[in-house]
T-cell receptor, first 112, second 111 residues
């Protein structure tokens, strides 16, 4: 069974631009969560989608948004990029919720 | 929302010694507590988890204990090896999969 796939692996953008990241969950998994990881900050929860609906949300500004499609694939969008948005963005999928999450390799976003 | 605190932030042990990492959580509705290991440049990997109806779980050299009353849980690694060196994250999740992570512990096992 294929694991969680994130694309692209690396991305370089400039301030003010917007970016879309993609996550394909493990087949059969309906829940997709997104996290921002920066050195010394651990894994900061962005949001979680289940059956195309945002079920949980972390404390990030509205510039961070996401969606989930009927095949459970999810996208995350960040608008008006800031230097502080440079980070590794990880997505994780799980079957339904309240259980083990499986992570992708992440997208490393660099803002110049 | 849930708040998870993890200690210590760094831990250095001699090969063969034990390592203990502790976490506390705030949401009494949390019922699932996983531990993840992240090696440098790699994705976090689930190493052990425990549910709120169990007090302790063991898998070879790794064990997790949970004290629901005190809202804390701990990871115990015995007979540590250099390949155990990594960053370890605890997490707490409720039934709606609202999972929050601790800040991580960087474990170094010296040969």
């Amino acid at each position: 069974k294929a694991g969680v796939t994130q694309t692209p692996r690396y991305l370089i953008k400039t301030r003010g631009q917007q970016v879309t990241l993609s996550c394909s969950p493990i087949s059969g998994h309906r829940s997709v969560s997104w996290y921002q990881q920066t050195p010394g900050q651990g894994l900061q929860f962005l949001f979680e989608y289940f059956s195309e609906t945002q079920r949980n949300k972390g404390n990030f500004p509205g510039r961070f948004s996401g969606r989930q499609f009927s095949n459970s694939r999810s996208e995350m969008n960040v608008s008006t990029l800031e230097l502080g948005d440079s980070a590794l963005y990880l997505c994780a999928s799980s079957l339904e919720g309240g259980g083990a999450q499986h992570f992708g390799d992440g997208t490393r976003l660099s803002i110049l | 929302g849930e708040n998870v605190e993890q200690h210590p932030s760094t831990l250095s042990v001699q090969e063969g010694d034990s390592a203990v990492i502790k976490c506390t959580y705030s949401d009494s509705a949390s019922n699932y507590f996983p531990w993840y290991k992240q090696e440098l440049g790699k994705r976090p990997q689930l190493i052990i988890d425990i549910r709120s109806n169990v007090g302790e779980k063991k898998d070879q050299r790794i064990a997790v204990t949970l004290n629901k009353t005190a809202k804390h849980f701990s990871l115990h690694i015995t007979e540590t090896q250099p390949e155990d060196s990594a960053v370890y994250f605890c997490a707490a999740s409720n039934i709606n999969n609202d999972m929050r992570f601790g800040a991580g512990t960087r474990l170094t096992v010296k040969p």
